[in-house]
């Protein structure tokens, strides 16, 4: 979604360079308003800014709620906005008559309403409170109110109003800190377009300023208590946004800082002029509301790509493991065992094998050296689907890996061979409508030990792996990025139970893998207003399989070729589903939890296969491929390698 077609202030944006943040990956969902002026389009703004019709907003046009359906997949009506121009969050009652935010709650739930767990409330209404010390009005117990009383008294009011609002059924909030601060008091720099000229009747008072400062700097502590997993609370820092416009215009896509009512002709001209502000007066213009609605999609859908960090180096470990149990299975064609007695390659390449003697014999196999060392190149992709719920999200994502492999093994004595094997990784994900992307470092080293008897095969297989992160987002202004490390560990085993049919072995096969991974803390770099903390993720997986394994060789011309084809069905005994904690680097005291919906497709099915041959003398080639099907995140693996015994 762009916005060219509404305001040249956006398409500003957009030729600077500026990422537009994909919708965020939730359900669709309604958009609740509870607040002040600056998210009231439905009941006082309209009349007070006629020239915002028909949107309503204090401004000249479109709010931030009217603009966030734009950013997300949550659906905005004008009768889910409470929110009132001019009052306070409910420390007192409002100067115009207005209801406060914590009367706007009492008309929702009178009304006998409820949210849905899919539904998200914004919630503001703080700043107007600062009008206690303007006017001179007492507390409670008549005393006058201090920039700290005040303070402790909105943060409290505010408290008690989300608790409101999770005892309605509230789930996703974002929560409008105060637009002012402690250096820029807007009511003053903005003025106010309803006073009529000179329309900065509004002092900058030193305490009021103080005021501002003290509830933005305790509003994250203040709220912790109220987050836990279900309920996610995000701060979206207006003080900062307002900030940057004022000091840095250009950088949001605007031509300058002071509110349009201060800047000439700004009030009769065309909505595109009046767009090139930020500030309409003190509220924003639409431009101006459209920059808030796309930081608040984005702190929305920050946490939306944190599963796929451990997701992809899971599956890397996994990928390495299997490539090892793969190899194994391909590289039996020299171990009699497999076929009984007299193994079935030898037969093959047997000169009183009877059907073959007017042809040129295949050559024998050469007896086995027992040990050997290999390097294997490897090529795997695939793609994981978006996992949506009310209170987590999980974006998919393509990804691919390429890798390549060195190892040695030793045969210990004849039926059992051990080894090493050493691999470097490079996967690379795209998450899912444009969301992010992935690009990993992977080192692994990986144990197996094989045990080759004439009916039986149990190959076991064990891996580290250590995997460094580079991880990026869109942002607002830049581009969000994050750096860190993890670690993986697997261990599992196979095993099949062979029988002679013909010149075919088939049998049953049956696996169990486990797997650990872990991606360690950091935080995000860019813009401060969306960048984030993550905190130590893990993720384990337990995959069984059961199915049938099927050898058969074959001569190609003169060259003897074993195969082998396993096809099974796998389950997911764990599912990947876990709670993860972030907090935004603007409000580190609010945890937000974010539980990771598990995979939907927990069985599925799997088809493997590889081919070996004999090249020249000790060296030797195989090429294996695996894949999976019945399921919506289909995966894909190659594997060729070339050993050389000694």
């Known amino acids: ?315 890397t470990a996994q990928n390495f493991s299997n490539a090892i149990f793969a190899r194994l299975d391909a590289y039996r064609f020299a171990d009699a065992g497999v076929a009984g007695s007299v193994a079935a390659y030898q037969a093959y390449a047997s000169m009183d094998r009877p059907g073959i003697a007017t042809k040129a014999p295949p050559a024998r196999l050469a007896p086995e050296q027992p040990l050997s060392v290999y390097m294997a190149a490897s090529y795997g992709s695939g793609s994981i689907g978006d996992r949506f719920s009310a209170d987590g999200n999980a974006r998919g994502f393509d990804y691919t890996l390429a890798g390549g492999t060195v190892g040695a093994d030793v045969k210990i004595n004849p039926d059992t ?31 197996f030990a094989s045990f080759t008897y004439p009916h039986l095969l149990t190959d076991i297989v064990a891996t580290y792996g250590h995997h460094v992160y580079q991880i990026d987002r869109p942002g607002v202004i830049d581009t969000i990025r994050g750096s860190t490390s993890g670690d993986s560990f697997t261990a599992g085993f196979k095993s099949a139970y062979l029988f002679d049919v013909g010149q075919l072995r088939v049998g049953p096969l049956v696996g169990l893998t486990y797997d650990y991974t872990t991606v360690n803390p950091y935080t995000e770099t860019g813009d401060p207003i969306i960048t984030q903390f993550v905190a130590r993720q893990t993720l384990e997986g337990l995959t069984g399989s059961a199915g049938v394994q099927l050898r058969a060789p074959f001569v190609v011309g003169t060259q003897l070729v074993s195969s082998y084809l396993n096809l099974t069905a796998e389950h997911d005994f764990l599912s990947g589903g876990r709670t993860l904690l972030s907090a935004e680097t603007v409000a580190l005291a609010l945890p937000i939890y974010t539980l990771v919906p598990g995979n939907p497709d927990r069985t599925y099915g799997k088809i493997a296969g590889g081919l070996s041959t004999a090249l020249a003398g000790n060296v030797s080639a195989m090429l294996t491929a695996a894949g999976t099907f019945g399921n919506s995140n289909s995966q894909f693996a190659l594997q060729g390698a070339v050993k050389v015994a000694f």
């Not at 030193?206 to 933005?216: D, H, S």
Request: proline letters at 7%.
């Open 417 to 447: 061979r051990i080894g090493i094997a050493f691999n470097y990784t490079n996967p690379v994900a795209d998450l899912s409508g444009g969301t992010g992307h992935l690009n990993l470092d992977s080192y692994q080293v990986g144990g």
């Open 1 to 315: 979604m762009t916005l060219k077609s509404v305001m040249p202030a956006a398409a500003l944006l957009l030729a600077a360079g500026m990422p537009v943040a994909g919708a965020q990956a939730q359900q669709l969902g309604t958009i609740y308003g509870f607040g002040d002026s600056l998210l009231d389009v439905s009941r006082n703004c309209p009349i007070a800014f006629p020239q915002s019709a028909p949107y309503g907003a204090c401004g000249n046009g479109k709010g931030t709620l009217q603009w966030l359906p734009d950013f997300t997949s949550y659906s905005f009506i004008k009768s889910n906005d409470y929110a009132y121009n001019g009052v306070g969050n409910g420390v007192f009652p409002a100067f115009n008559g207005g209801p406060t935010v914590a009367q706007q709650i009492v008309e929702f739930t009178s009304a006998g309403r409820s949210f849905q767990p899919n539904d998200l409330i914004v919630v503001g209404g703080m700043p107007n409170n600062w009008g206690a010390m303007y006017l001179g009005l007492p507390d409670a117990n008549g005393v006058p109110y201090t920039p700290q009383t005040l303070a402790a008294a909105t943060l409290s009011q505010q408290y008690g109003n989300f608790a409101q609002l999770i005892k309605a059924g509230g789930h996703n909030f974002i929560a409008e800190n105060m637009f002012a601060s402690s250096t820029y008091n807007w009511y003053y720099i903005g003025g106010f377009f309803p006073n009529g000229p000179p329309y900065n009747q509004i002092p900058d008072l030193p305490i009021a300023r103080q005021f501002f400062g003290l509830v933005n700097d305790n509003l994250a502590a203040t709220l912790a208590p109220l987050a836990a997993p279900g309920v996610r609370i995000h701060i979206v820092d207006l003080a900062a946004i307002y900030t940057r416009a004022y000091t840095d215009p250009a950088s949001l896509g605007f031509k300058t800082g002071t509110a349009c009512i201060f800047d000439g002709n700004c009030l009769t001209a065309s909505k595109d002029v009046q767009n090139q502000h930020f500030m309409y007066d003190l509220h924003p213009t639409e431009a101006g509301y459209a920059v808030i609605a796309r930081y608040e999609a984005n702190l929305l859908a920050a946490q939306d790509g944190l599963a796929a960090q451990g997701d992809l180096a899971q599956i």
